[in-house]
């Protein structure tokens, strides 16, 4: 339970060595540079900007041939590939790869040349099929488009509006051009819009016979050919087959590369690798001969680094204690329990300087109120061997994966404590099985009580464990002021809360409003019946007094004293609040049972079987998915909102050490033993 | 008249289920309709909005808890309806009524938060764990709606 301690380490060494102890402690991957020197006339930083922007853009090309690879040769995935994590490869395989690094680039900047030529030749087939549509209309016509005269006539062709007809354009003709000798109108074609036509006319009459024909809408064709309109087609065809042909070869030899995949990848972390070192160097205060990095890394290994790089090279290694005024990055240490629930931490935020980890204490409430929440043995049984399996079975996942799926794992097991308790087992699937058919109704006996008999009792039990763990939660505030030597604040903020809390309970336990919730009369003795009075009134007339102690007026004291008893409102809302763990236990079983019912309406037969074995299972999966969400929400809502308002703010900046920010693959790491 | 208890009766049960599926059927098409907008620009987040498009469905469930429980315990499940009189008729109506009010509203409040956190999601997915908070903060009034009506209904003697 506890945030990590942290040392500045500041390393001063030669030139020579730099590549070497850079490469040396970005594998370590320990160390969140972090400059404290300024530039001056020694120490100059070296301007990294370009050569990291090349890299950058190596690993960026690199990525995007990996993407279209992945769009013609998908790589085979299982269900599972998001648990699997990074390939791991040897040294000895990075190496390799990294000495091809050059060709490997190539293949990348080939596959994209032929993943644009892939489109080129797709965009070339796919505009030659368009003229084939445009040509169509024209097939009937057996002479070629471009054709325009012979020695005495002239043939254009054109298109006029939809429905005009033969008949239509010789009038059309005579009105409006009648001084010439008549033309021959040819429609090869039609359809709903367009009349497609050829005409044939004297050579000194053509201007006028267009003239006229255009008055009505005609129109020279968009494109003209010069073979016949049969002929052309063919000739587009073959050439579309032709370009199909190519773009599928280009794929071909797309395909044909994806057997370099792996190498691509792990080409692609070294450069972002690379990238990162650049970045680092260029940040690096640098004089002639020597170089100097600094940054934060964790006291628990900081010797072990200083000694491993002082036997290796010629450097100095120096490891300090931090200022006072230092916000160092915040690494949480728990035991192998808690750990898995720094997640949900870190999803609030982390503790800042001088909070305390509040990991451990919440892990064992986490489980408990979880466990509560989904009440159902079974459930917890499918969730905690699930959970279970998973890690054991891809030991490679994602550290943070890891953490949640045995974060669920702990909660499942406290689903089944809390089932038995209970007595859920697929909500009451055991009354119906067995009184469906055997006719006698056997109910499984709940180790203490069952909720929805006495909803209740359960309810009083809720609450206490909500007071519980709010108590805590001051009480950790308690331990907080302690530390930082402000006795002030915990006997006003801290104590005198607890009096009047604890005051008004015990009030409350033997009042007729109680005994008539609890259906049982608590009868306290009269000394403590006296001193709840007491602690209660001594509690408020303190609160009212002290809270506004930070202000000189004392009208002005006492009315922000007043306004601070009124948290008391805060409180029962907090409280009651934990009614939840009642609602969503209530809500699993009762659901369960709905879907056992359904099941059980069904007639005794094969068929009715089957069915009711699928209603079973459809059912029951989507309850447990629903209420393990549900679970999980209002388990960080307890935790968030009532357990960290009483004492934590979070908002610590997570550590991120220099290291080697793999995407694909790891290669293995040097470890510090 | 007293044949009129158990209509009533059944009146409630109708109401709890009625109105908090409505508000559910409300609140995560709301939220579905931003889910939907995040995933087209990057499907990879299919699995966090997907969780916080569910979060206003709870309600339809509640509703469907009392509405169970309401039908049991005036016998429509499982034959032999019980002889209800006006009173108790109207009883358990009034008992259904907070579930079925508070699912509505609460659900579909909630659907319009949990689009406003699935907003969070598509700009800072790390921020996944404060985003799911919000539409949970919501549905504590549906919770409490849930008790009352449950606590209610289970106290009437039939």
Known sequence: ?673 | MSELGIVYGLLGAAVAVLLSGTGSAIGVGIAGQAASGVVTEDPSKFAKVLIIQLLPGTQGLYGLLIGFITLSKIGVLGGGLADLSVQTGLLILAACLPIGVVGLLSAIAQGKTAAAAIGIVAKKPDQFGKAMLFPAMVETYAILALLISFLAVSGIQV
């Open chain 1, 1 to 673: 339970m506890a945030v990590l301690k942290m040392q500045r380490i500041t390393i001063c060494a030669l030139k020579k060595n730099r590549k070497a102890i850079l490469e040396k402690l970005q594998s370590l991957g320990v160390l969140e540079v972090n400059h404290i020197l300024d530039e001056d006339e020694d120490f100059r930083k070296m301007d990294t900007a370009e050569r990291k922007t090349g890299f950058e853009k190596a690993a960026a090309a690199v990525d995007q041939a990996l993407d279209i690879l992945e769009q013609y040769a998908p790589e085979k995935k299982s269900m599972f590939s998001a648990l699997e994590g990074k390939k791991l490869i040897s040294a000895d395989e990075g190496m390799k790869v990294q000495d091809e690094r050059r060709d490997l680039l190539r293949i990348a900047r080939q596959i994209y040349d032929l993943d644009r030529e892939h489109a080129e030749q797709q965009a070339a087939a796919g505009r030659l099929t368009n003229s084939i549509e445009s040509l169509t209309p024209w097939l009937g016509l057996d002479v070629p488009l471009k054709t325009t005269e012979t020695e005495r006539s002239v043939f254009f062709p054109g298109v006029m509006p939809g429905g005009t007809t033969a008949g239509r354009i010789y009038e059309i003709l005579e009105e409006k051009a009648p001084d010439t000798a008549g033309a021959d109108v040819h429609i090869v074609s039609q359809d709903q819009s367009t009349v497609y036509l050829g005409v044939v006319c004297l050579k000194e009459d053509a201007g006028a016979v267009e003239e006229a024909l255009r008055s009505e809408g005609f129109a020279r064709p968009a494109q003209v050919w010069d073979e016949t309109p049969e002929a052309e087609k063919a000739d587009l065809e073959a050439e579309a087959a032709y370009m199909r042909k190519q773009a599928a070869e280009t794929e071909e030899k797309i395909r044909a590369l994806a057997k370099r995949r792996e190498e691509l990848q792990i080409v692609a972390d070294y450069y972002r690798v690379r990238a990162d070192k650049y970045e680092v160097l260029g940040e690096l205060p640098q004089s002639e001969r020597a170089f100097v990095i600094s940054g934060y890394i964790p006291a628990a290994v900081a010797d072990k680094v200083a000694e491993k790089l002082m036997s290796k090279y010629d450097c100095m290694v120096d490891v300090e204690e931090l200022k006072e005024d230092e916000e160092p990055p915040v690494i949480l240490k728990n035991n192998p329990f808690s750990a898995n629930m720094e997640g949900v931490v870190e999803s609030y935020g982390l503790p800042v300087k001088g909070e305390i980890d509040p990991t451990t204490i919440m892990s064992f409430f986490y489980v408990f109120f979880f466990g509560m929440m989904l009440s159902d043995a079974a459930y917890g049984v499918i969730v905690a061997v699930v959970c279970g399996i998973l890690v054991w079975k891809f030991p490679r996942m994602s550290a943070g994966m890891r953490k949640s799926l045995k974060l669920f794992f702990w909660c499942g097991l406290s689903t089944i404590v809390w089932g038995v308790l209970f007595g859920g087992y697929f909500g009451n699937i055991v009354d119906i099985v067995t009184e469906k058919f055997t006719g006698t109704k056997i109910t499984p006996p709940a180790l203490w009580f069952i909720p929805l008999n006495e909803p209740m009792k359960l309810l009083l039990y809720s609450l206490l464990f909500g007071v519980i763990h709010l108590f805590t939660g001051l009480a950790i505030k308690g331990y907080l002021c302690i530390k930082d030597r402000k006795y002030m604040d915990f006997f006003c903020d801290v104590v005198l809360w607890f009096m009047l809390l604890i005051g008004l309970i015990l009030m409350l336990l033997p009042s007729e409003l109680f005994a008539s919730i609890a259906q049982m009369e608590i009868v306290l003795p009269g000394w403590l019946n006296t001193l709840a009075k007491g602690l209660a009134v001594i509690g408020a007339a303190g609160i009212v007094l002290m809270s506004g102690r930070g202000n000189k007026n004392p009208a002005l004291r006492l009315a922000l004293g007043a306004y601070d008893l009124y948290n008391i409102t805060g409180w029962l809302s907090d409280v009651l609040s934990y009614s939840r763990l009642l609602a969503l236990g209530l809500a699993t079983g009762v659901i369960a049972s709905v879907i056992n019912q359904m099941g059980s309406m069904l007639p005794n037969n094969v068929i009715g079987i089957i069915f009711f074995i699928l209603i079973f299972i459809v059912g029951h999966s989507m309850n447990l998915a629903i209420n393990l969400l549900g679970a999980y929400v209002h388990t960080n809502r307890l935790q968030f909102v009532e357990f960290f308002g009483k004492f934590y703010e979070g908002g610590g900046r997570p550590f991120h050490p220099f290291r080697e920010n793999t995407k694909y693959a790891e290669i293995k790491e040097e470890t510090l033993s």
